[in-house]
């Protein structure tokens, strides 16, 4: 398992890929990720800078559960989350969660568990840079 | 119980405080002590020592009590 929060530049593909090379070769037969990035526009505005506030200690303890829940619910055979934290800008990765597992269903399932209970648990907030000032945005669209 | 309250986010800018000091014995005393306010926002969310709990938690001397608004990751 890897769960990490990342000050700087968030590479999904990298991070994937080096994971992955961790893994028993032939041991996988599927992976499934999901990578979400910064829009240009949230709620009718244009949006040029996201900061992303966390709250140290909680934070990564939240991922490491949901982490866990994941490989407890799954048949899995190793899983990833790297979540951006601070200033970013559009077109910049925000965070990935990736699954490995043998067959297709475990992997598909638990990346998207991964993905919606991080979204509602993990205590993460973002305040957004709009023409008209910068507001937090309130909640989070639903993902089911 | 001497305890240490913190505020995130917009909560934070909106009671104008990041860290506080208090006597409670409940993490919804803490709240009223803290913020100064008497009922605690029905989508304020409440973690003692980084677990999220209910807001009538009996607190233990050196806890860290946080209440923050709803998450925005992912």
Partial sequence: MRVALIETALDPWQAVQTHQRCLTPGSYGATALFVGTMRDFNEGSGVSELFLEHYPGMTERHLVQVAE???????????????????????????????????????????????EALKSRAPFWKRETTEQGSRWVERNTAGY | MAVTVRFFASLRERLGRDEVQVEASTAEQAWQLASGEASLPANVLVAVNMAYVDPAQALEEGDEVAFFPPVTGG
């Fill in chain 1, 69 to 115: 829940e994941a490989q407890a619910r799954w048949t899995l055979i190793d899983v990833l989350i790297e979540h951006r934290v601070g200033t970013v800008y559009p077109d910049d990765p925000i965070v990935v969660t990736a699954a490995w597992s043998a067959h297709r269903k475990d992997a598909f399932e638990a990346c998207r568990f991964l993905m």
